[in-house]
């Protein structure tokens, strides 16, 4: 019975008949947050119970706004049945904090994560991520969106009021099984979805309108674009602004990534236009392409009888109206300074190659092994710049993900990313078949030597399947022999202001400043002698140069 039901939906979707009104998350301000995980019933076709999961709520969870310096208080309450973790995608977050599979919340108990929010203004969000229950737990609906907000942000003339000019939408696909309940193991995921609401229709203004995107789906790539060809604007990606908006026709989003967007609706007045996936578009060997890896035939099974695979479908239907009473009519030239991080000043070059088991089906191995929850595969020495390379030996395509940095991509099959790749993210397509990605990054701020932070594919099925591993950052400083060099001097030492002179003898390179609780102040570029204005409080503070040598000073 249920099954009819939705089969006659699905054909009415596919006629592009949008009858439902989008879903807006309603929003959480303040700082302290909570959020109960709790089971549910959803209709996503009226009449039709399906169990789903979400916090607060049958489905997904809450829209929370943070703003930049923000210390939030948040209460995780778990009801389920399972245990579950909710880890804050995107964020930079110490790991005791971030959610991981290590910090594990029993069925009615209680995690109280508190943090101070360090982003940049941008979109980031929280869900599950217990060792091989992500997906089922995310599939079945947990998941919410995270908005960032900053000064930075705020000066630039932006659509920003939530609902009104300003939307999320949390692209996902489901599928079901014989029983009418949702399934995440197989490729039968014909459901589409925005914010939880299948067949969306929008009522927007006639103006500059904003959309947060994010792909949440498990496994799903998009290749977004409005109908008629319509040009946007993309004006941030995973990790927040970019440099300058970007003007494009199509934008691919991977499993896990983030768009923020401007559009123009000023002229199209009583008009509607759509948010399409140009499915046709997508290359061979990305999973919502015709064909999901590089051979045709290479198949997973459901895979080529759903019918989002390869096709070019309604995602979200726009209905043009009225303008506000005061609408965002354009949009600013710059946005932010991304200061780039330069190959060849990283202490350090990891190389992950990615391979299958079997072929596109898996089990995916990096560098030769699946995850083990009890083995750490690097250790990252606090303040580390590194560079990533990722090479994907198998013929799939993944969205590789890593916890606690935004990185710069330097190159993708060894060329310069394009511009809509340029800014900060946390996700990044590494394509099929030999294909690279080299990413640079810094490790600031955060260590815990029991605790590591993961990085793993975004595919929710091959996360789950292992294709994870994880990292310790470790506070080295603070375990080093401390004292004055004769090579690097400071004074005045103790210093009582400021204004303190770093004195270095045959040295020019980067120095680093840390704090006594291994946080990092500040990076310098120092040339021989260098006299800096640093404006930190009292305390113990410790200066290290790119060998290792270290000196301790004293502000009073
Ligand atoms: Cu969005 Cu480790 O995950
Ligand atoms: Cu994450
Ligand atoms: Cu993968």
């Known amino acids: 019975m249920k099954i009819t039901l939705l089969i006659t939906s699905l054909v009415i979707a596919f006629t592009s ?3 439902n009104a989008l879903f807006i998350p309603p929003t959480i301000t303040s ?55 909710i880890h804050w995608h995107g964020m930079h977050v110490s790991p005791e904090n971030d959610g991981g599979p290590h910090t594990t919340i029993a069925p009615n108990t209680i995690w ?14 929280y869900h599950p991520h217990l060792h091989m229950q992500t997906n089922k737990h995310v599939s079945r609906g947990i998941a919410g969106m995270i908005i960032v907000k900053d000064a930075e942000e705020a000066a630039l003339t932006l659509p920003r009021t939530y609902g009104i000019d300003d939307f999320p939408m949390i692209i996902q696909s489901k599928g079901f099984d014989a029983t009418g309940e949702i399934e995440w193991m197989g ?60 003007q494009l026709t199509r934008y691919q989003i991977a499993p896990g990534q983030r768009a923020d967007v401007l559009v123009d609706l000023s ?13 046709t578009e997508i290359g061979n060997a990305i999973y919502g392409s015709s064909q999901p890896g590089m051979a045709p035939f290479m198949t997973l099974p459901g895979y ?52 299958s088991q079997n072929q596109i089906a898996g089990p995916f191995l990096i560098n030769g092994s699946t995850f083990n929850h009890d083995v750490v595969d690097y250790t990252v020495p606090l303040g580390n710049r590194e560079i990533w390379t990722l090479t994907n030996q198998t013929p799939i395509a993944h969205p590789f993900h890593i916890h606690d940095v935004q990185f710069q991509i330097l190159d993708i099959n060894g060329a310069t990313p394009p511009p809509e790749l340029q800014g900060l993210n946390d996700v990044v397509l590494v394509p099929a078949g ?45 375990i080093e022999e401390l004292g004055s060099l004769e090579e690097i001097s400071i004074y005045p030492n103790p210093s009582s202001g400021n204004e303190i002179t770093i004195k270095v003898g045959n040295y020019n390179g980067e120095i680093v400043i840390s704090d006594a609780g291994g946080r990092i102040i500040k990076r310098l570029s120092v040339d021989k002698q260098t006299t800096f204005n640093l404006t930190i409080q009292s305390g113990v503070y410790f200066l290290k140069d790119s060998f290792g040598r270290t000196t301790k000073f004293v502000v009073r």
């Open 31 to 85: 700082t302290n947050i909570n959020l109960t995980l709790q089971t549910g019933i959803t209709q996503f076709y009226s009449g039709v119970d399906v169990n789903t999961l979400g916090a607060n709520g049958s489905l997904l969870g809450p829209t929370l706004i943070m703003n930049q310096g923000d210390n939030v208080n948040i209460m995780v309450d778990n009801q389920l049945a399972d245990t579950t973790t």
């Open 17 to 19: 008949i949008s009858q």
């Open 304 to 355: 080529s009888s759903n019918p989002l695979n390869g096709n070019d479908f309604v995602i979200l239907d726009i209905n043009v109206q009225a303008p506000t009473a005061s609408p965002v009519t354009t949009t600013p030239t710059t946005l932010t300074n991304i200061v780039p991080l330069v190959e060849g000043t990283q202490q350090i070059t990891r190389a992950l190659t990615f391979t």
């Open 267 to 279: 002229a199209l007045q009583g008009q509607s236009i759509q948010f399409m996936n140009y499915g």
């Open 187 to 246: 490729h039968i995921d014909s459901m589409l979805l925005v914010n939880g609401t299948v067949d969306p229709f929008l009522n927007a203004p006639a103006q500059m309108v904003r959309f947060r995107i994010l792909n949440g789906s498990s496994q799903r790539v998009y290749k977004l674009g409005l109908t008629n060809n319509q040009p946007f604007q993309l004006i941030g990606t995973d990790g927040g602004l970019l440099n300058a908006p970007v």
């Open 112 to 125: 109280n994560p508190q943090f101070t929010v360090l982003d940049k203004a941008g979109l980031f969000w």
């Open 434 to 478: 030999q294909g690279t990605v080299r990413f640079i990054a810094d490790f600031l701020d955060f260590a815990n030597d029991t605790i590591p932070y993961m990085f793993h594919c975004h595919m929710l099925q091959h996360e789950d399947q292992g294709m994870m591993g994880q990292f310790l950052v470790v506070n080295t400083a603070s």
